[in-house]
């Protein structure tokens, strides 16, 4: 089975900026779950998603959004960028019982400058 | 919402040593325990998990353990080898959300 993909890998955008980052999961999973990583915070929890539903999110300004489309695919979006919001982010998928048991995609590196 | 802390930030051991990971968590409601493994430049990866009805639970060199009335569990690694050299990830799962401690890393001395 292929694994979690995310496009790009690597992006650089300048404040004030947008910024919509994909993520392709594991086929037959559909919960999908997003998370910023930085040095000092580790992994903090954004959102997840099933059904095309957010079934939860963490606490993060409304500046940060996301989706699902039907084929269980999602976007996130950072509209107005901040400083700040240089990290990696990260997609993982889930079969939507496991949602502990977490795949994740390789990320996609932001820059904000 | 969920809180979980984890101790220590870094851990240095001899190989062959035992390494010891705590964490804490504070919503009762948390019923999946994961520990998750990064290693430098890669995607985290699941290597155990428990759940809040087990007590313990062991694979090979690994081992979880879980204090459902206190809210701690830990990981333990025995036998370390150079290849246990990561960042390792506690979490604690519930309502479709996984919160993670801010991780520990781990360095295995040859």
């Known amino acids: 089975k292929a694994g979690v993909t995310q496009t790009p890998r690597y992006l650089i955008k300048t404040r004030g900026q947008q910024v919509t980052l994909s993520c392709s999961p594991i086929?037959?999973?559909?919960?999908v779950s997003w998370y910023q990583q930085t040095p000092g915070q580790g992994l903090q929890f954004l959102f997840e998603?099933?059904?095309?539903?957010?079934?939860n999110k963490g606490n993060f300004p409304g500046r940060f959004s996301g989706r699902q489309f039907s084929n269980s695919r999602s976007e996130m979006n950072v509209s107005t960028l901040e400083l700040g919001d240089s990290a990696l982010y990260l997609c993982?998928?889930?079969?939507?019982?496991?949602?502990?048991?977490?795949?994740f995609g390789p990320g996609t590196r932001l820059t904000v400058t | 919402g969920e809180n979980v802390e984890q101790h220590p930030s870094t851990l240095s051991v001899q190989e062959g040593d035992s390494a010891v990971i705590k964490c804490t968590y504070s919503d009762s409601a948390s019923n999946y325990f994961p520990w998750y493994k990064q290693e430098l430049g890669k995607r985290p990866q699941l290597i155990i998990d428990i759940r809040s009805n087990v007590g313990e639970k062991k694979d090979q060199r690994i081992a979880v353990t879980l204090n459902k009335t206190a809210k701690h569990f830990s990981l333990h690694i025995t036998e370390t080898q150079p290849e246990d050299s990561a960042v390792y990830f506690c979490?604690?799962?519930?309502?479709?959300?996984?919160?993670f401690g801010a991780g520990t890393t781990v360095t295995v001395r040859a």
């Open positions: 998603y099933f059904s095309e539903t957010q079934r």
């Open positions: 993982a998928s889930s079969l939507e019982d496991r949602v502990y048991e977490q795949y």
């Open positions: 979490a604690a799962s519930s309502d479709y959300k996984l919160s």
């Open positions: 086929s037959g999973h559909r919960s």
